[in-house]
């Protein structure tokens, strides 16, 4: 498990609660700038002036459709250094894994969002694969988000739209760095022969692994472990 995720206009919210619980330790948290980067300075300041509740690791948050520069720019003077910073560039037709390209330039983490509430949402297995094709050659890990909360590609319950699933993401990634068919590995359903996969890399692998693939964000806390152990990976 790693930070938990909250939107910086539910920041209040989640300080309330936590006053509540009073927790043992800071609460590692990564803060969705869901109220624009301007915003992001006062969220900043309020995270620092309750320390004894937040421990603040990752700021996440849509680029503008270009990606440029001075944008980037920003984002590292507003952001410290030792917080880790995310940035989901806008996916395009064109001009997209430039801005991937961008984003690591200036030292933060391309997200792909991977899902959402429209089939629209949901990636192509091609882009996924174009995606893990440039993020493997940058210096910097990517994260993804949404959608990825079963191990194994399948259709969501609820819309009925087919999901990516996390394993398939990751081993992906290690046959991306391998030189192997990536969108095999991402089309496939075979939750078994996937966990043989994963379960079969050395440990030089799967460290080269998280090296790139770091983080997902996933709506479930529970789903993620339960699926993992069903097919003997935890």
């Known amino acids: 498990m790693g930070p938990m995720l909250c939107q910086a206009s539910r920041l209040a919210e989640l300080i309330t609660e936590l006053a509540k619980a009073k927790p043992a330790e800071p609460v590692p948290l990564s803060l969705v700038c869901d109220t624009g980067l301007g915003g992001v300075p006062k969220a900043l300041s309020i995270i620092e002036g309750r320390q004894e509740l937040l421990a603040l690791r990752m700021v996440e948050m849509p680029a503008p459709s270009d990606v440029d520069d001075v944008w980037l720019e920003r984002v590292s003077e507003f952001v410290p250094e030792d ?132 983080s997902y964000g996933s709506c479930s806390l529970t789903d993620p472990v339960t699926d993992l152990e069903g097919l003997g990976l935890l």
């Open 83 to 214: 917080v880790i910073r995310v940035v989901e560039p806008r996916r395009s037709p064109e001009g997209w894994l430039d801005g991937i390209k961008r984003v690591a330039e200036h030292g933060c983490w391309p997200k792909l969002r991977t899902g959402g509430p429209t089939s629209e949402s949901v990636p192509p297995v091609d882009v996924v694969a174009d995606f893990l094709a440039t993020v493997s050659t940058l210096s910097v890990p990517f994260k993804t988000t949404a959608g990825m909360q079963t191990a194994v590609r399948g259709a969501d319950p609820a819309t009925g739209f087919v999901q990516h699933g996390f394993l398939n993401l990751l081993v992906a990634t290690a046959r991306c760095l391998s030189g192997k068919d990536v969108r095999d590995a991402l089309e496939s359903a075979d939750g078994d022969a996937l966990a043989a996969e994963a379960g079969s890399l050395s440990d030089a692998a799967a460290t080269a692994v998280r090296d790139v693939f770091a």
